[in-house]
């Protein structure tokens, strides 16, 4: 079985928030005890967090499911829930997070950075925040606010110094496995590496990165082949080498074999053809002695050329590295809307869509008539009313926020 996944879905819930509580002071000789209910705690958050020690997205592959532990509810004597602990989920660097339309929300690059995937629900309050010279008695309290709930898209992209770009069978897994530590899958067949593998190289103060990829075939960058799924794990790389296979058995001469690479990798992502490159000729032991080819030559299984290949890549990658500034933290593309928005619907009815207005109503308890007298307080405190007049809301239209639909009412 593969213990590399590079792509996979993830989904998350938030924790509930806590219900508060309703409950009026009993004591001797207090005959009319004010409230007391304390609130409900938050619920959890879901945290995507980057951990070096994770290599791959396995951990996915068929237990896609992350929830974090609901906030407890109020009691009285103004005792408040306890809030949900935050459930942190370790990625791999390299994880680009999306929604379900395929819109990044966030690439994850360095270890320790952390990205909210599922908010926790509010706690509700519980009636002694409702206490008012106008309401000396509240009889209601607020629901728990329900989690955030979500599918994400979650794919890696490896964090590599250097790329190994190359028609299947060239020898980038004989390579990798001589100059590293790394101990890929070798055969003398096409399409032996189906997953990346990374090797660690040391040379004297230099210590880089080194990725075999799955080879690489004409029509790559239109999908043939493993097409994308490869071509991904380029994106990020420092220094590409491309190898070209100078046996008898090559498909295409190395001047062939280097245009088609050129063009797939340009064709993928453009901007990769400015990446600092090495063109190496690959199996030297077989090519023939009348080839033409003037560039650095290898033999990875007699060891030829092998020192003087490691130690231009490690020039490379200071180099690469020195003029390439790190990215900053991750990106994050979630704005978070705190205001509303008035929308109407085909067949006439219209739509409040907003957080601070979707939450008057959410945490509302639409069972209790003084509860729902707080919803519609909050929500022309809000402005809700005024903005539905302003967009042409007429008397007995049906006016949906969250789960409540009312009748539009002028207060004029």
């Not at 879905?9 to 001797?28: M, P, T």
């Not at 009319?32 to 938050?42: L, M, R, S, V």
């Amino acid at each position: 079985m593969s213990q590399f996944v590079d792509e996979c879905g993830l989904h998350v819930k938030g924790g509930d928030g806590g219900a508060g509580s309703v409950s009026f002071r009993r004591e001797a000789h207090v005959p009319f005890g004010g409230p007391d209910g304390g609130d409900g705690g938050t619920g959890g958050g879901v945290w995507l967090m980057v951990d070096r020690n994770v290599s791959s997205l396995i951990g996915f592959k068929d237990h896609p499911h992350r929830a974090a532990k609901s906030g407890t509810h109020g009691q009285g004597q103004r005792k408040h829930g306890r809030g949900g602990p935050d459930l942190e989920v370790p990625v791999p660097e390299g994880t680009v997070v999306r929604d379900q339309a395929g819109t990044v929300l966030a690439d994850l690059v360095h270890p320790g950075e952390r990205w909210l995937a599922a908010e926790g629900g509010r706690g509700g309050r519980g009636n002694a925040r409702f206490l008012s010279n106008r309401r000396r008695a509240p009889a209601f309290a607020e629901q728990g606010e329900v989690g955030e709930e979500r599918w994400l898209r979650l794919e890696l992209k490896l964090m590599a110094d250097v790329a190994l770009v190359g028609f299947p069978s060239v020898g980038k897994s004989t390579l990798i496995s001589t100059i590293s530590a790394a101990k890929p899958k070798i055969a003398d067949y096409p399409f032996t590496t189906l997953e990346p593998n990374l090797g660690v190289v040391r040379l004297d103060d230099t210590e880089f990165v080194v990725a075999d990829l799955p080879g690489l075939i004409e029509g790559a960058s239109e999908g043939r082949g493993l097409g994308h799924q490869f071509l991904r794990h380029v994106e990020r790389a420092r220094v590409l080498v491309l190898l070209l296979d100078l046996s008898p058995l090559a498909p295409h001469t190395p001047a062939e074999q280097e245009r088609i690479l050129l063009a797939e990798l340009g064709d993928y992502q453009p901007d990769l053809l400015d990446r600092p490159r090495l063109v190496v000729g690959s199996r030297a032991d077989l090519a023939d002695a009348h080839l033409e080819f003037t560039g650095a030559r290898v033999a990875a299984v007699t060891g030829e050329g092998l020192r003087p290949l490691v130690g231009q890549m490690a020039v490379t990658v200071r180099d690469a590295r020195a003029s390439l500034a790190e990215p900053d933290a991750f990106v994050v593309h979630r704005p978070v809307a705190e205001g509303y928005r008035i929308e109407r619907a085909d067949d006439g009815a219209w739509t409040v869509v907003g957080r601070q207005a979707e939450r008057a109503v959410a945490l509302s308890d639409l069972t209790n008539v003084e509860a729902l007298d707080e919803a519609h307080r909050r929500l022309r405190a809000l402005g809700v009313d005024k903005a539905l007049a302003r967009a042409g809301a007429r008397v007995g239209d049906t006016v949906h926020i969250g789960r409540l639909a009312f009748d539009y009412e002028d207060d004029q």
